[in-house]
């Protein structure tokens, strides 16, 4: 079964994801996520095993320039962890 690719921008924090196996249901925060560099996963958080614990969701982040196209949705304190995170990259304040 293929994980669920999910949009940063969009519904992920209220869409419902459902485990096939057990038919455990919740959003991507009740699940067992883990943290990466460039992505968050969501497996379920239900009676699997370590090995055959399914993976319902990825949440990849968002590249510099996806920020800057929802630049005006996001928060005062998403837009510091941005411009932080580019001038780490090396560039420029793009304000
Ligand atoms: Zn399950």
């Given at each position: 079964m293929?994980?669920?690719i999910l949009d940063y921008f969009g519904d992920w924090q209220t869409r419902r994801l459902t485990c096939p196996v057990c038919g455990w249901t919740g959003t991507f925060q009740e699940g067992d996520t883990e943290l990466y560099a460039a992505l968050q996963d969501c497996?379920?958080?239900g009676p699997h095993g370590f090995t055959d614990?399914?993976?319902?969701?990825?949440?990849?982040f968002p590249t510099f320039d996806e920020w800057?196209?929802?630049?005006?949705?996001?928060?005062?304190?998403q837009r510091c962890l941005?411009?932080?995170?580019e001038a780490k990259e090396g560039i420029q304040d793009r304000d």
């Open positions: 293929a994980a669920i497996q379920c958080p614990r399914p993976m319902l969701a990825i949440l990849p800057r196209e929802h630049w005006d949705e996001i928060s005062e304190a941005v411009r932080l995170a």
